[in-house]
């Protein structure tokens, strides 16, 4: 019944955002006083996800839901989006007042590089969870490392997204040109799915959370007829790009996979935009850790948020609303 009533309000709340096509920035913006993380007047933010089956959304409508039950005046709404890059876009824009973002496209945006070509006014909430770069192939279509990809139909994730950055990064590494060498498809989880279960797709690259919806739907479909790739032997080759990139381990457990799978991993960050009023960013930081377990229930990607990394959002700086929310709940009761 929980998991019922779960889904339910998740579809609501997305059919909410989808409908207003956007919405009227309300949030108000930092006049430079006192943190006090009592917001006065009624406040409607709004929250840019991810794919209908990745983590962002699942965990994004949590914490909207969260926002909401908390009671007080600012009531939230989260929305699918194609992700970190078109997330950070509409967040500056103002169509969104928060946004979720790996931390590598984060820090693009922070120092004007890749696909920013200035420097963009975000701010950091937190540190939340970690997106695994997953790499999956079809056994039928004989790749046996990501140079093996070379003129195999690719989906390199959604337009705009983080993963379609990673993706871009780890075929350049394996001596790829994304552009030239591959059949990109740049498709959103969903259609990746389908695509790799019909066989027109041939392999696709994942960045997200652990278990991910739309990869477990894959996993537990085609069973044998797919496997992960290991991309860590091209991690030195990310590091000197970003040294965000770290190696890390997918467990048999959570795709109920005959082995671990080392991987590339990313750090995740909720962003906002560095203008965003102090008081609305504290309520918002607060609401994250003090509804964790609320969010677990959504996604076990949420046991990773923590007090202990929230602060380790470099080179993105703390909002200092979210600064004053992190002294409070650090400090002794």
Not at 50 to 66: D, M, S
Not at 239 to 250: A, D, F, R, T, W
Not at 268 to 286: I, K, S
Request: proline letters at 4%.
């Amino acid at each position: 019944m929980r998991r019922i009533l779960t889904v339910t309000t998740i579809t609501t709340l997305a059919l909410a955002a989808g409908a207003c096509g956007g919405r009227q920035n309300t949030a108000a913006t930092d006049t430079g006083g006192e943190v006090t993380c009592q917001v006065a007047q009624d406040t409607r933010i709004g929250i840019a996800t991810g794919n209908a089956t990745g983590v962002y959304f699942a965990l994004g409508n949590a914490f909207a839901e969260q926002v909401n039950a908390a009671g007080g005046k600012v009531r939230a709404t989260a929305a699918e989006t194609g992700a970190s890059v078109q997330n950070i876009q509409q967040l500056v824009a103002g169509t969104y007042d928060v946004a979720f973002s790996l931390a590598d496209t984060a820090a693009d945006a922070f120092n004007g590089t890749s696909s920013f070509t200035t420097k963009q006014p975000v701010t950091a909430l937190a540190r939340i969870h970690t997106n695994y770069t997953q790499v999956i192939v079809r056994k039928a279509a004989g790749i046996k490392d990501v140079a093996g990809m070379k003129g195999k139909r690719v989906s390199t994730g959604s337009p705009k997204s983080g993963t379609e950055v990673i993706a871009g990064r780890i075929l350049t590494a394996a001596g790829l040109d994304p552009a030239k060498d591959v059949s990109a498809q740049k498709l959103d989880l969903t259609k990746t799915v389908d695509g790799m279960k019909d066989g027109t797709i041939d392999a696709l690259f994942w960045s997200g959370g652990l278990p991910t919806p739309g990869i477990t739907d894959l996993l537990t479909t085609a069973k044998d007829q797919v496997e992960f790739l290991d991309v860590t032997p091209l991690l030195p080759e990310l590091q000197k790009i970003n040294q965000v990139y770290q190696e890390g381990v997918i467990p048999a457990a959570t795709y109920q996979r005959p082995a671990d799978v080392k991987t590339i991993i990313v750090p995740n960050v909720l962003l906002v935009r560095a203008d965003l009023d102090p008081n609305v960013a504290c309520v918002l930081t607060r609401t994250l850790f003090e509804r964790k377990a609320q969010l677990e229930q959504a996604s076990a990607a949420a046991k990773e948020i923590t007090l202990d990394t929230a602060r380790k959002t470099s080179p993105v700086p703390l909002h200092r609303g979210a600064e004053k929310a992190l002294d409070e709940l650090n400090a002794p009761r």
